[in-house]
């Protein structure tokens, strides 16, 4: 009976045998394998461990339960909303329904509830990073690239940060940051031209740290919204928008950057102070406070650079002296100052692009109500769904840059919930460190790297950072032994085998138990990725090292708070989708049309995109059933008040006056109701890191240099979500060219 049901098992997924030798078959190309003894024992390995693999299957529950799951329809995950089919909204099911109070609306403001869990978690670790030592050069002779070196692992207490970001916020009012009111605030968000008027904005503009979200909980506590980009290959030009724009009087960036922002403050009227973090940086660096001195016109202007611990100890000492008296002495009184607090109309962030694509940054503004309505969306949508728990224990590993939303709502929600959340320096996340050993701080051992370090349970991370998680693990274990390798080549090939089938392999994942303890430090519970599209292969991949957890593909913008859809843990073996509208969101098919009812954008059949459409062409005969396609538009209490200081023509052309945010992608509604991205409205592209770059604005600008021919062929440029920078095909002036070098 056993081997009864093993063979209809094979019969009816005889799919996946062929996904068996294509996963085996690749992974041994990428590490290439050329042993023909290897080789062999690599596919017998792959047949012997199938074949257990298929008798566990056979004799436990999964068999039965999966047997019966593929004579059922699948459910679907969306309904209609208002009998409309190309609007629709989650089905919420049993599990979805949460009354923790933290989701009731109790709080106002994002500060009050991380302040409320550090009440009910005092004593419970909260922020944690590794202290910095310096860098590892490889031996002399030896190729290589330098390593960190660390020391031991610091942690701030969830009391140390409610008492640093109030302290931190203090410190900012004897700085000159006053409070934005409520109606300058509402003036703001409610208009597309308005702009901030005096100092009442924090520019941050550094990397991932402790310091980071102090500074952050701080400034919002007290009314004083938070202005932020990425840190990584933003132009001087940028910066200097971002601070004019805002009006911002101080900015915190890295310790590496205080010499660049010295430089660039003159070009910055309201800019009065520089604060610097040690983040990732020994202690033994001097430190860089100084007062600057800047002509600007006939005046004379003072631009004071100070230490993030020094704005602490303005704020400890700050109650009703003011700004004048804490300067000129260290006393204080036990007075407590008047400071506006925040509600949940207050404007709490502008998060800008890098600008390096297209054009100045854009500021896109987000109340305390919008994130606090992000946080709620993904305990419903994600954690909840996932049953996944959030408990003290927990860990969460920080890689994507905190100007990203999505970030910021998931350090929020683990603040929330009482867990830990591991800053790690970007170039040790899966790399391996050096450790000091103590005692001696001359000697180095091998160290872990943040994963193996911090051994997180939920990993949130854009498709370019698990790219080069799969590039490590290649990377090792083609070092590996030959018949060590062989055998984990073999169990990695029948555990991406079983996930493709829509099952975890029991053999596949324990032959991995110490790769995956290696690599990933063994707790992961949940993998989570946005920013851009998640390639299938690498999902799987992924999955299979760390045993067959949840890794869920997120789909959202800035615009949305990035909530829109995510994928259902039940059904990743159908990965080709981004999942149903995420709880509180309605996603909505806008047929692609102008106002004189002409096509927008044709398929590959050359129709346009409808939502009445109930077919999508694609490689199965006769297309793809489908419940309607059109440009993707998105609304839900997440979304972004629009953005800051727009200077576009038609700012209505993204925000409509009925909630509803075009994405500028065009997808398409699953029978299953889910949410398939087919294409793009618009001539931009999102790049594997996230990144938006402007093909035909690139090729314009190229098309100025005097090294291009543009008679003759002129230049093209190409993208794709799987590329992390694109590529210019150029007909080059071959004399202007060769001169030049």
Not at 164 to 185: H, I, V, Y
Not at 371 to 386: K, P, Q, Y
Not at 650 to 657: I, K, M, Y
Request: some cysteine; aromatic content about 8%; hydrophobic content about 40%.
């Amino acid at each position: 009976m056993v081997f009864l049901i093993a063979f209809i098992h094979i019969v009816i997924k005889k799919k996946k045998s062929i996904a068996l030798r294509s996963d085996s078959s690749m992974l041994a190309d990428k590490l290439k394998a050329t042993s023909w003894s290897i080789l062999h024992l690599h596919w017998l390995l792959c047949a012997v461990y199938y074949l257990l693999d298929a008798i566990v299957w056979a004799v436990t529950v999964q068999g039965p339960r999966s047997l019966l799951r593929r004579f059922k329809s699948e459910p679907c995950e969306s309904t209609p909303v208002d009998r409309d089919e190309s609007s629709r909204r989650r089905v919420e099911r049993e599990g979805t329904h949460c009354d923790a109070p933290l989701l009731c609306g109790r709080f106002a403001t994002v500060p009050e509830l991380v302040f409320a869990s550090a009440d009910r978690h005092a004593s419970f670790k909260a922020l944690e990073t590794r202290e910095p030592l310096g860098m590892h050069d490889p031996p002399y002779g030896h190729s290589g690239v330098p390593v960190p070196i660390f020391g031991a692992t610091t942690w701030r207490t969830y009391h140390d940060v409610k008492s640093e970001a109030d302290a931190f916020g203090r410190g900012l009012k004897t700085m000159g940051f006053e409070p934005l009111s409520l109606a300058k605030s509402i003036t703001v968000t409610s208009s597309p031209f308005a702009k901030l008027s005096g100092p009442h904005c924090l520019v941050i503009i550094e990397e991932n740290c402790a310091e980071w979200m102090v500074a952050a909980l701080g400034a919002m506590s007290c009314a004083i919204p938070v202005a932020t980009a990425s840190s990584s290959g933003l132009a001087d030009d940028a910066i200097i928008a971002i601070i004019n724009n805002t009006s911002a009087p101080g900015i915190l960036c890295k310790y590496d950057e205080v010499h660049r922002v010295s430089r660039i403050a003159n070009a910055c009227p309201s800019l009065r102070s520089i604060i610097y973090t040690r983040a990732f940086v020994p202690k033994s660096y001097p430190s860089l406070n100084a007062r600057l001195q800047h002509h600007r016109g006939e005046q004379k202007v003072t631009v004071n650079v100070i230490e993030f611990d020094e704005v602490l100890k303005r704020g400890r000492l700050f109650r009703s002296a003011g700004p004048e008296e804490v300067e000129a002495s260290v006393a204080a009184s036990s007075f407590e100052p008047d400071l506006e607090p925040a509600t949940a109309e207050h404007l709490c962030m502008i998060i800008h692009s890098s600008g390096a694509s297209t054009g100045s940054p854009k500021g896109t503004m987000m109340t305390h109500r919008a994130l606090l309505a992000g946080v709620r969306t993904l305990f419903r949508s994600v954690f909840l769904d996932a049953q996944l728990q959030i408990e003290p224990q927990d860990v969460y590993l920080s890689i994507t840059p905190l100007s990203h939303v999505m970030e910021f709502l998931m350090q929020a929600s683990m603040l929330a919930s009482g867990a830990r959340v591991a800053y790690v320096d970007p170039r040790s996340a899966f790399n391996a460190t050096r450790r000091a050993i103590p005692g001696d701080g001359s000697l180095v051992s091998d160290g872990a790297s943040g994963m193996e370090e911090f051994q997180p349970t939920i990993v949130f991370a854009p498709p370019a950072t698990w790219q080069n998680f799969q590039r490590k693990c290649l990377k090792t274990i083609g070092a590996l032994p030959p018949t060590r390798k062989a055998q984990t080549l073999a169990a990695l090939a029948v555990e991406t085998a079983a996930l493709r089938a829509g099952r975890n392999s029991t053999v596949g994942s324990f032959v991995l138990r110490d790769v995956r303890m290696r690599y990933a430090g063994g707790r992961v519970k949940l993998c989570l990725s946005g920013g851009s599209a998640l390639n299938s292969d690498l999902q799987c991949f992924v999955r299979a090292i760390l045993g067959g957890v949840p890794f869920l593909q997120m789909y959202g913008l800035t615009e949305t708070g990035g909530c829109a859809c995510v994928q259902l843990p039940r059904s990743l073996y159908r990965a080709s989708s981004v999942g149903p509208p995420m709880i509180d969101m309605e996603v909505r098919l806008l047929s692609c049309l102008d106002s004189m009812g002409a096509a927008t954008v044709l398929d590959s059949a050359g129709a346009p995109y409808l939502a009445s459409d109930k077919l999508h062409p694609s490689g199965l005969d006769g297309g793809e059933p489908c419940l309607g396609r059109g440009e993707v538009c998105v609304r839900g209490p997440s979304a972004a008040s629009g953005y800051y200081l727009s200077t576009e023509e038609d700012p209505l052309s993204v925000f409509s006056g009925d909630g509803w945010i075009r994405s500028g992608d065009v997808g398409m509604w699953t029978t299953a109701g889910q949410l398939k991205i087919v294409d793009r409205l618009k001539n931009m592209v999102k790049l594997h890191n996230g990144e938006y770059v402007a093909i035909a604005t690139m090729e314009e600008c190229f098309r100025q240099s005097a090294f291009v021919d543009n008679r003759n062929g002129g230049v093209m440029v190409y993208a794709d979500s799987n590329m992390s920078k694109p590529v210019a095909l150029v007909q080059a002036r071959y004399m202007q060219a060769r001169h030049a070098l």
